[in-house]
């Protein structure tokens, strides 16, 4: 889902896990439906559910751990937390960085979201949050770039004219439209990634291979295709 693109040294740093009592799943929580925090000041969403999941099938004991997003994969090779869950997308960028499960959605299309259907999608002022291949998409195809540290702000600067539209996760911008009757889509989807997948250090081989074990048994099952469904965070298996 989310697809961050590295724009700074890698932390050249072991932090395995061996295997510790609990493992920490690292999240936005700022990602609606994917991830969020609910009144009760909980982490909740897709993955909320699908992670706590995945550790039951795991027998592995878990918390969550909120993490800003431009900060997620250092904070996760320098050992805050164990794992990543946070609509992150399969990229090879990120795969000479972190390792990577199996993915447990497929590729969801990016899509334009804009105050007017006249937007010049290669010519124009485009938002996207900062580290994402959206925003590198953006910067590849001749239209000016311009970059935000949440999802949030890239959604306030179409509304208030700093940029003529944003580029994002088409399943993050489909419920935002829904409440927002001046921002459309616009243009063509855009398919971006390899689908999300749950990231670990290179070093823990063992957890990686737990959690793909679940998220196989979840596909085989069909309880996944219900979570996806029921959370309408991109199309199925």
Do not use: H
């Amino acid at each position: 889902m989310k697809n961050l693109i590295l724009t700074t040294a890698a932390l050249a740093l072991s932090a395995g896990m061996a295997m510790a009592d609990t493992v920490r799943l690292g999240t936005e929580g700022a990602y609606a439906p994917w991830n969020f925090v609910n009144d009760a000041g909980e982490i909740d969403g897709f993955e909320r559910e699908l992670g706590d999941e995945l550790c039951k099938r795991a027998n592995l004991t878990c918390e969550w751990v909120k993490n800003d997003w431009d900060s997620i994969i250092p904070n996760l090779v320098s050992g805050n937390y164990d794992v990543i869950m946070a609509g992150m997308s399969i990229t090879d960028e990120r795969d000479e960085v972190i390792d990577f499960t199996q993915n447990y959605t497929p590729p969801d299309p990016s899509a334009y979201a804009a105050l007017s259907d006249d937007v010049d999608l290669e010519g124009g002022v485009i938002v996207a949050q900062t580290g994402t291949i959206q925003a590198a998409y953006i910067a590849e195809s001749g239209a000016t770039l311009v970059e935000f540290a949440s999802s949030e702000e890239t959604i306030a600067a179409v509304r208030n004219g700093e940029a003529d539209a944003v580029l994002a996760d088409k399943s993050f911008l489909a419920p935002i439209l829904e409440e927002d009757g001046d921002l459309r889509f616009i243009g063509p989807n855009v398919p971006l990634g390899g689908g999300v997948g749950i990231g670990v250090r290179e070093s823990d081989g063992e957890l990686k291979e737990k959690f793909n074990t679940a998220i196989q048994s979840m596909k085989d099952d069909g309880s996944l295709n219900a979570l996806i469904t029921k959370w309408e965070v991109s199309s199925t298996f």
